[in-house]
């Protein structure tokens, strides 16, 4: 979905919601307005995570080249924006009255409350949501879902049969990302048809809740056998579309790992800090412990070679997609077993 207007053309404006995929195309789309190509380097400051105000201040005041735009961006910003009282009135003040010659994006990647106390009840962002400067990507909830659905398939000149964007909405929830995709993979497997409840049915057994990391969860216990009859039978059930849904799995968990390894490259982090650089919820930050003894155990180079193995799957999945080889995602699943399982 494209980003409204009002978003995209306030210099000053803030993105904030659960949906990746939505937060990342706005962001683009924002930076695409503001930011001029050719000087970026330059004139984009890009602040680190979990920065505080005085830190957005400083970036804000920091000279452009050629008098251009200095251009900020506060990626993870969540910590500056739990409570209305708690933003300081010098980031008020640049807040309601922008510094001449600067753009900010502050990007939130939970959903911000209006309720009292909360940032989004308070000026200047209450302003903000009025103006149509505070873009929310949440999850859609269930009217706004089937709508969503309705629309991507529309955008891809795909029929659904009656009832099937309900059932899909219904099965998935409401995260904009994962009903994009899962439309998209529909679009594949319809080849040119009309999608039935049918091919619904097939399309998104893997996607389930019970069954989608069926996969994940065996390699991620260590169990190879287990993990190798999941692959073929998600293999066996969608050719298609499976091999990079579970690609998709395995690039998250990866992903977390070097975030971690990134995190700990900066120096000492608390707990909570090393949790929210992996983004970990509080209710999640249990999993840090699992992905520290993974890291421990593997170390920089074993990582190297995950990643490597991440980006060569990927490749040969998309490269060999007419030959349907398993073994890419096979040799994966071994690599896997052996970081997660110490095997």
Not at 26 to 53: M, N, Y
């Amino acid at each position: 979905m494209a980003a409204p207007e009002s978003f995209v053309g306030a210099k000053y404006a803030l993105i904030h919601g659960d949906d990746s995929d939505g937060r990342t195309e706005a962001v683009q789309a924002w930076k695409a307005r503001h930011v001029d190509p050719e000087w970026e380097d330059f004139s984009l400051i890009t602040c680190p995570e979990g920065c505080t105000w005085p830190t957005v201040k400083s970036a804000l005041l920091e000279t452009a080249p050629l008098s251009s735009t200095r251009v900020v961006v506060v990626p993870h910003a969540d910590n500056i924006l739990e409570k209305a009282k708690e933003i300081p009135k010098e980031a008020k003040q640049f807040l309601t009255s922008p510094i001449e010659g600067t753009c900010l994006l502050i990007v939130a990647r939970g959903l911000l409350s209006s309720s009292p106390g909360k940032v989004l009840s308070a000026k200047p962002f209450s302003d903000w949501v009025k103006e149509g400067r505070a873009l929310k990507v949440g999850s859609l909830d269930p009217a706004a879902a089937i709508a969503f659905v309705e629309a991507k398939a529309k955008e891809l000149r795909l029929k659904l049969d009656a009832g099937v964007a309900r059932v899909l909405a219904e099965r998935l929830g409401g995260s904009p990302g994962i009903l994009a995709r899962a439309v998209e993979v529909l679009e594949l497997g319809a080849e040119g048809k009309a999608v039935t409840r049918d091919l619904l049915d097939k399309a998104t057994f893997r996607l389930g809740e019970q069954s989608a990391f069926a996969w994940s969860q065996a390699w991620q216990k260590g169990q190879l056998g287990e993990a190798i009859r999941c692959l073929k039978v998600a293999l066996e059930d969608d050719p298609d579309a499976a091999p990079l849904i579970l690609l998709g799995q395995a690039r998250k968990e990866v992903e977390r790992l070097c975030r971690l390894f990134d995190a700990r490259e900066q120096g000492p982090k608390s707990r909570q800090e090393l949790a929210f650089a992996l983004g970990l919820t509080p209710k999640q930050e249990f999993l840090l412990d699992g992905y520290s003894r993974i890291m421990d155990r593997i170390g920089a180079e074993g990582l190297k070679k995950l990643v490597s193995l991440v980006v060569e799957t990927d490749s040969d999945l998309k490269g060999g997609a007419l030959s349907k080889s398993p073994t890419p995602l096979a040799n994966l699943t071994a690599m896997l077993c052996r970081a997660w399982g110490g095997r």
